[in-house]
């Protein structure tokens, strides 16, 4: 079993949508959750992270976490065609190394 | 404030040959990362330098190695090269070694023929 399991997609939704991207995990130590966007042949780019469980929120951007449920969420509102990419989530025990889901590949229909 | 640059962009090598990939550091940031990224995955840590000093490595072969620099620039080495270590090639700055923020350069395209 992953670490770090994410639906790889692809998924595709109309413009102004409202996205959920999702991730579950398996190890308890982790205390910090991130989400990347990459767009192709880019490297991933931050775009938010949050420490431990609760929201944040940034722009048309939300990131949740469920450390009971071992769950986090980014949910994109308003999407845009600009937002078509793959989205990564990432986590970490608060050194070292990030670990990745697969991410899930997103596009964003006009 | 500079971003974290890659060198090369792309680079074609045979197999059992041995490569080196470069990178610098956002300005202001002391550790980097290194991730390969197969074709549909996400990335997965290589190892970390902070201070000039192996701070943590993933499950990859002694045949990964690296190096950094006293500006925090930081290269990676990959001798007896196999078909599977085609992939993206990540770096990625931080500044001290928690390491959750994490900013990544474009990456180095490598394929092994």
């Known amino acids: 079993q992953k670490e770090v399991e994410q639906d790889p997609g692809p998924l595709s939704v109309p413009e102004g949508a409202i996205v959920s991207l999702n991730c579950t995990y398996s190890?308890?130590?982790?205390?910090?959750f991130m989400w990347y966007r990459q767009y192709s042949r880019k490297g991933p780019e931050l775009l938010m992270y949050?420490?431990?469980?609760g929201n944040k929120e940034d722009g048309r951007f939300t990131a949740q976490v469920d450390k009971s449920s071992k769950y986090i969420s980014l949910f994109i509102r308003d999407s845009q065609p600009s937002d078509s990419a793959t989205y990564l989530c990432?986590?970490?025990?608060?050194?070292?190394?990030?670990?990745f889901g697969q991410g899930t590949r997103l596009t964003i229909n006009p | 404030e500079t971003g974290v640059t890659q060198s090369p962009t792309h680079l074609i090598k045979t197999r059992g040959q041995q490569v080196t990939l470069r990178c610098s550091s956002q300005?202001?940031?002391?550790?980097v990362s290194w991730y390969q990224q197969a074709l549909g995955q996400g990335p997965q840590f290589i190892f970390q330098?902070?201070?000039?000093?192996?701070?943590g490595r993933g499950n990859f072969p002694p045949r990964f190695s690296g190096l950094q620099f006293p500006n925090y620039s930081s290269e990676l080495n990959v001798n007896a090269l196999e078909l599977d270590d085609s992939a993206l090639y990540l770096c990625?700055?931080?500044?001290?070694?928690?390491?959750?923020?994490?900013?990544f350069g474009p990456g180095t395209r490598l394929t092994v023929t």
């Open positions: 949050t420490y431990s469980s």
């Open positions: 330098y902070y201070r000039e000093e192996e701070n």
């Open positions: 990432a986590m970490n025990e608060g050194a070292q190394k990030l670990v």
């Open positions: 990625a700055s931080s500044s001290g070694i928690t390491g959750y923020e994490q900013y």
């Open positions: 300005s202001g940031h002391n550790t």
């Open positions: 190890n308890s130590a982790f205390q910090y």
